[in-house]
């Protein structure tokens, strides 16, 4: 059986909160690593539920905190503060890998303490419902939305923002193609929006063709804008 650094009851007087069924913080600070574990007594099922619990508790503060912003800058935002590194970053804040308990030799990487932050919230929910997991997202989480006032935009949102800003429809992504060797494939994609000639791109992935095709479309109508 492992263990982690410090005690969960010493996590709970960090976040200020207390467990009615302490079982249920312990299973979410615990790694699939430990030996017979199962999905039932490890973290994955709370962070199933945790996920969607953080992105509603987000998704609320947003909505009553920039009563001005439209829906695409508030899904940047929202996308900003659920990100795995934010959530990373925060785990961090809170020395969350001391508290994991995990089998020896396992790297507590950003990827499994981001995880565990959201089974953090999953047991939240679960031992008290919304009004014990809200106070916890809106100070570790919310608390960062005006850091990520001005996300970054990948092709693909700011290609589909552009479109229906102007009325166009959702851009709309084929795969023309594929070649190289099974192990390390090149993808044709080609993207079309109403009015405009299509561009084509090409990338090790589709989702990375298919970024490339946006960035290529956003190119051509900035410079036919300017022209």
Avoid at 42 to 62: I, S
Avoid at 109 to 120: F, H, K, T
Wanted: glycine share 8%; aromatic share 4%; with cysteine.
């Amino acid at each position: 059986m492992g263990e982690g650094v410090r005690s969960p009851t010493q996590l709970c007087r960090t976040l200020g909160v207390e467990f009615a069924d302490l079982s249920l913080l312990t299973r979410a600070l615990t790694h699939a690593s430990i030996e017979n574990s199962s999905d039932t007594n490890t973290y994955e099922r709370l962070e199933f539920l945790g996920d969607r619990v953080l992105g509603l508790v987000v998704c609320d503060f947003l909505m009553r905190s920039y009563p001005a912003e439209d829906e695409g800058a508030l899904s940047r935002r929202l996308s900003g503060l659920v990100d795995r590194t934010t959530l990373a970053a925060v785990a961090s804040s809170i020395d969350l890998e001391d508290y994991i308990i995990h089998g020896g030799g396992t790297s507590l990487n950003d990827s499994i303490q981001a995880d565990v932050m959201e089974a953090l919230f999953g047991a939240l929910y679960r031992d008290g419902g919304l009004e014990k997991a809200r106070p916890v997202i809106e100070e570790l989480i919310c608390t960062l939305a005006d850091e990520v006032r001005s996300p970054p935009t990948d092709s693909k949102t700011a290609l589909q923002e552009w479109a229906q800003g102007r009325k166009l429809g959702l851009p709309s992504y084929r795969e023309i193609g594929r070649s190289g060797p099974d192990h390390q494939p090149v993808f044709s994609v080609e993207v079309s929006v109403e009015g405009i000639e299509s561009c084509v791109a090409d990338g090790t992935s589709k989702r990375s063709a298919e970024q490339a095709a946006a960035e290529n479309m956003l190119a051509k109508v900035k410079a036919q804008s300017n022209g």
